[in-house]
Nanobody, 121 residues
Framework: QVQLVESGGGLVQAGGSLRLSCEASGVTFSRLNMGWFRQAPGKERDFVASIRYDGDSTRYHSTVKGRFTISRDNVQNTMYLQMNSLKPEDTAVYYC??????????????WGQGTQVTVSS
């Protein structure tokens, strides 16, 4: 059974940076497509970025493209989301998910517990 644990969230001023991590266990990580989603209060869980099992293909939502970078380390069983030029509208709980590179949350089979990112203006 896949277990996913996110870390790295926090409070940052607008224009700042954060790096989120998602460590996986209980699975052959190098064979697993992965993604990041986020959910703001009162809103649906939205796609942020995804990465293929080998790291050779990535996808981004248009609102984060050019500011966020998804990557992975298949030796460390960890996926990352480097977030630069953060904006207040990036404030949300960020979730990592396993099993797909799709843009819809329903395509993913496993989820982490989430990490809060708050961007102050």
């Amino acid at each position: 059974q896949v277990q996913l644990v996110e870390s790295g969230g926090g409070l940052v001023q607008a224009g700042g940076s954060l790096r989120l991590s998602c460590e996986a266990s209980g699975v052959t990580f190098s064979r697993l497509n992965m993604g990041w989603f986020r959910q703001a209060p009162g809103k649906e869980r939205d796609f942020v970025a995804s990465i293929r099992y080998d790291g050779d293909s990535t996808r981004y939502h248009s609102t984060v493209k050019g500011r966020f970078t998804i990557s992975r380390d298949n030796v460390q069983n960890t996926m990352y989301l480097q977030m630069n030029s953060l904006k207040p509208e990036d404030t949300a709980v960020y979730y990592c998910a396993a099993g797909s590179t799709a843009l819809v949350a329903g395509a993913y089979g496993s989820w982490g517990q989430g990490t809060q990112v708050t961007v102050s203006s």
